[in-house]
Nanobody
Framework: QVQLVESGGGLVQAGGSLRLSCAAS????????MGWFRQAPGKEREFVTD????????YYADSVKGRFTISRDSAKKSVYLQMNSLKPEDTAVYYC????????????????WGQGTQVTVSS
């Protein structure tokens, strides 16, 4: 089966930075895009950002524009999230997600999910 494994979560002060990583493994699939969702306590899981695997085009939620940067390493089947100027409202479990090109899925309904990694931003 497909596995998405995240790393890099942790505790950081407001205004600080953190870098998340996610690597795909297991059954091979053709990546259409990979990206990140997050879920804070009491809130729905929300889309954060993704990157098109072929073109490198990126797409960001308004809440993180100018602060977060997504990138990819195709050879490693990995995606990264550089988070700068972190705010307490960024506190959430962050989930890596991938859309399989053969499934024709939406960026908002990914085909594969990681286990999640906790990001906590203190005031």
């Amino acid at each position: 089966q497909v596995q998405l494994v995240e790393s890099g979560g942790g505790l950081v002060q407001a205004g600080g930075s953190l870098r998340l990583s996610c690597a795909a493994s297991g059954r091979t699939f053709t990546i259409y895009n990979m990206g990140w969702f997050r879920q804070a306590p009491g809130k729905e899981r929300e889309f954060v950002t993704d990157i098109n695997w072929s073109s490198g085009n990126t797409y960001y939620a308004d809440s993180v524009k100018g602060r977060f940067t997504i990138s990819r390493d195709s050879a490693k089947k990995s995606v990264y999230l550089q988070m700068n100027s972190l705010k307490p409202e960024d506190t959430a479990v962050y989930y890596c997600a991938a859309v399989d090109r053969l499934r024709g899925s939406s960026r908002y309904t990914p085909d594969y999910w990681g286990q999640g990694t906790q990001v906590t931003v203190s005031s």
